[in-house]
């Protein structure tokens, strides 16, 4: 399996909900990311889990919660999000690049649509 | 500061003309870069590396250190080439950080 699935394709939330988006990849990947993506945009890098353990948060607000139960999964819990939390979350896999002769090559998943009302 | 430029939003060729897409980067250590792709409708997937100096889809682009540049290009565009091209720098040292451009749209007329 050479792919990374994520779940759900959309999601419509209120301020007050919480929800969390699924993340798996059976690469055998150590390296998992989440990114957002707005309209138009470049992804950004919200987190880095390197062997299961944060290695980056880039200054992401603490509504949104990153967990890495095991090696193949990565979720992005949501809670009090704003509408300008709105946009495609990405996640992406990778070899993590203190192994020798990782390339550095992160596979995206297909994202999660995110709308927040 | 780390940052990556493609000057141009929009690139727009006819079949069969020469394409460059311009890349821009700034980084104090040794930069790692590549090129992503997305196809309409379809997910985020690497194009090239620059650490591999390999040919995909016609397509090569070189890393010049003096310039900071690693502008993407192709002899001949195809229509199937349409797509959103997002130049991107991995930070190295150990880092899994990778910092994309803005992104050129590449629009391939008939």
């Known amino acids: 399996d050479t792919e990374v699935t994520q779940t759900p394709k959309h999601l419509v939330m209120g301020m007050t909900n919480k929800k969390s988006l699924k993340c798996e990849q059976h690469?055998?990947?150590?390296?998992m990311y989440w990114y957002k993506q707005k309209a138009k945009k470049p992804p950004e890098l919200m987190f880095v889990?390197?062997?299961?353990?944060?290695?980056i948060n880039e200054s992401v607000p603490s509504r949104f919660s990153p967990e890495c139960p095991n090696s193949s999964l990565l979720n992005l819990h949501l809670h009090a999000l704003q509408p300008e939390d709105s946009a495609l979350y990405l996640c992406?896999?990778?070899?993590?690049?203190?192994?020798?002769?990782?390339?550095?090559?992160?596979?995206f998943g297909p994202g999660t649509r995110l709308t927040v009302l | 500061a780390q940052r990556v430029t493609q000057p141009e939003k929009l690139l727009s060729v006819f079949k069969g003309a020469p394409v460059e897409l311009k890349c821009n980067y700034s980084y104090s250590g040794s930069p790692e870069l590549f090129w992503y792709v997305q196809y309409s409708r379809q997910r985020l997937q690497l194009l090239l590396r620059?650490?591999s100096r390999e040919s995909i889809k016609g397509f090569t682009a070189d890393l010049n250190k003096g310039e900071t540049s690693f502008h993407l290009k192709k002899p001949f565009a195809q229509e199937e080439d349409s797509a959103m091209y997002y130049c991107?720098?991995?930070?190295?040292?150990?880092?899994?950080?990778?910092?994309f451009g803005a992104g050129t749209r590449l629009a391939v007329h008939p």
């Open positions: 991107a720098l991995d930070l190295s040292g150990g880092y899994n950080k990778l910092i």
């Open positions: 690469m055998g990947h150590r390296a």
């Open positions: 889990y390197s062997y299961e353990k944060l290695s």
């Open positions: 620059h650490i």
């Open positions: 992406a896999s990778s070899q993590d690049r203190t192994v020798t002769g990782a390339d550095g090559e992160q596979f």
